[in-house]
């Protein structure tokens, strides 16, 4: 397959397409624009450990869908999804360079940072590269060391700010509200009982990080309204619950949402899941929720 128009091309799996990750597309896109090209990423999945080490552990901040509309949303064109294989990763460099980059993708000025590595082992970097674009003939930008960093510890803090509970501080460097999406299930109906029906929420890809386990303050968009509401991560120890599921209560709303897929953002954390001595202590303690939750949907909305 070739892909004739020329390119400018950075690569990288952008995981959380965070602020360190949107600085570098907005830089992207302005080299773009100064040279006349169309701004692609080229980005790999399954992530490399899912496939060489059979990593089942790893969490990621983005499904690869997300992680495309979020990329394309700061400029970029066209993203590239590149099925990461053991073929893929047993390819030379010089194989990569020209039969991917060159040939495939029609690349004509590649932007990456000083530490990416590529080809078999991981084995050649940015002065590889540079050598194989006087042979190829197309140009290489550096991102700088700082912005590299940047990526780095973005990534990190908020992987750990999320299993933290910590979800102003993961928002804050993701640069919006952190998010998941799932099909709304059948649930045990135990909300019902106690006044506090929720929709139960399951989330397809496996890989998707999914917040410590707690009570939040979330919102979504249903049938083109804004819905706010609280959510549940946990086993429900109250009621002898030994598997985790989600959970949400929305306010004000009462359709039914079975099957439907519902995107839901993380606004605050309000507090780690407790085990209540029965039912109805556990609905003293969601009514105090529910009115710290309204009373900060309030101070936002002001």
Not at 287 to 296: E, M, V
Request: charged letters at 25%; hydrophobic letters at 35%; glycine letters at 6%.
């Amino acid at each position: 397959m070739s892909l004739t128009s020329a390119k400018s091309l950075t690569i990288g799996t952008f995981d959380g397409v965070h602020i360190g990750h949107q600085k570098i597309l907005k830089h992207i896109v302005r080299l773009s624009k100064d040279h006349n090209l169309k701004p692609v990423v080229l980005t790999l999945f399954p992530h490399p450990r899912m496939v060489l080490q059979k990593d089942k552990t790893i969490r990621l901040l983005n499904t690869i869908e997300e992680r495309e509309t979020l990329i394309k949303s700061f400029g970029i064109e066209e993203v590239i999804i590149k099925p990461f294989t053991k073929d893929f990763a047993s390819m030379s460099a010089k194989d990569y360079v020209k039969n991917i980059l060159v040939d495939e993708l029609n690349a004509k000025q590649i932007v990456i940072g000083y530490d990416h590595k590529f080809g078999k082992n991981r084995s050649a970097d940015i002065n590889d590269l540079k050598r194989f674009s006087e042979i190829y003939n197309f140009s290489v930008k550096e991102i700088s060391a700082e912005d590299i960093e940047d990526v780095t510890i973005s990534s990190t803090k908020i992987r750990k700010a999320l299993s933290n509970g910590q979800v102003a501080l993961a928002n804050s460097y993701l640069g919006y509200n952190y998010f998941m999406s799932g099909k709304v299930v059948k649930g045990k109906g135990l909300g019902k009982t106690i006044n506090f029906p929720t929709a139960n929420i399951s989330v397809e890809e496996q890989y998707k990080l999914i917040p410590n386990n707690g009570v939040y303050i979330v919102k979504s968009l249903i049938e083109e309204k804004t819905v706010y509401g609280m959510m549940n991560i946990g086993t429900n120890p109250t009621v002898g619950g030994i598997t985790n599921s989600i959970e949400v209560h929305f306010f004000d709303f009462n359709n039914n949402l079975y099957d439907n897929i519902v995107k839901i953002e993380f606004l605050k954390y309000i507090r780690k899941e407790d085990k209540f001595k029965n039912l109805e202590a556990l609905k003293t303690q969601l009514t105090k929720d529910k009115k710290f939750a309204l009373d900060y949907i309030d101070s936002i909305n002001e």
